[in-house]
């Protein structure tokens, strides 16, 4: 079951129905407990505009490793849980660490099942690689993995909304989230910038977007 996390925006826990409220899919490409990049999601969701529905997505670790000749109906159980929610998203936030130079594999192998179903063919995208402030590439070569794969799945790359942040795994708090004023105003900016776009198509969507 995926988080659905709460909007100090307008101070209420989000209800489960999404109606009318724009769907913001939230994906970290980290596995680890007291990840700092899953908090930078959480916090995101948390400074989100009011008229958000916020889910991160929690099936990373179940995923099989991808196989072509498994990318047909029926898919596997994890597999067509994350197409459906990448579909029912009118947007998605990815944020991940860098592992050597690159991405996780676990997170790449996520992005290799998102290849054949087309579901994030068109969709707004942005991506945050949080790193730890004494890493030597700041996350660079991630970013960087993640506009080339991305773009090549089509994926509509909301660029203003896309950040690197160097940051210290003391600014996560015990409640999992990012209390840095500075830092939680730069979210709330990205999340905005990526929620403000729209591609033409969606703009007959029920969904509703704040200023
Ligand atoms: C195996 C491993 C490899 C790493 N390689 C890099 C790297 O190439 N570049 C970088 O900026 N940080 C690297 N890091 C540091 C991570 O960016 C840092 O630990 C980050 O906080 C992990 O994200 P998380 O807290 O969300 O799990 C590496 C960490 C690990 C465990």
């Not at 101070?11 to 990840?35: D, F, M």
């Not at 099936?59 to 596997?76: M, S």
């Not at 991405?103 to 290799?112: A, R, V, W, Y």
């Amino acid at each position: 079951m995926n988080e659905v996390i709460q909007s100090s925006a307008v101070n209420e826990v989000i209800q489960s129905s999404a109606v009318n409220k724009t769907r913001l899919l939230l994906v970290s490409g980290s596995t680890r407990r007291g990840s700092t990049n899953t908090a930078v999601l959480r916090t995101a969701a948390a400074v989100a505009p009011p008229g958000t529905h916020s889910e991160l997505f929690d099936g990373l670790a179940e995923l099989p490793a991808f196989n072509p000749d498994d990318d047909h109906e029926p898919l596997p159980a994890p597999v067509n849980e994350l197409r459906r929610q990448i579909a029912e998203a009118d947007a998605i936030l990815f944020c991940t660490p860098e592992y050597a130079g690159a991405l996780p594999g676990s997170f790449k192998n996520l992005l290799d099942w998102t290849v054949g179903g087309g579901e994030i063919y068109r969709k707004p995208v942005a991506w945050i690689n949080a790193s730890s402030v004494a890493a030597p590439t700041g996350g660079a070569g991630a970013h960087t993995s993640l506009a080339t794969v991305l773009g090549y799945v089509g994926a509509d790359v909301i660029e203003p909304a896309c950040l690197r942040l160097p940051m210290s795994r003391d600014l996560v708090g015990t409640d999992g989230l990012v209390s840095e004023q500075g830092l939680r105003e730069k979210l709330a900016s990205a999340v905005r910038a990526l929620l403000g776009h729209r591609p033409a198509e969606s703009t007959a969507t029920e969904c509703t977007l704040s200023p």
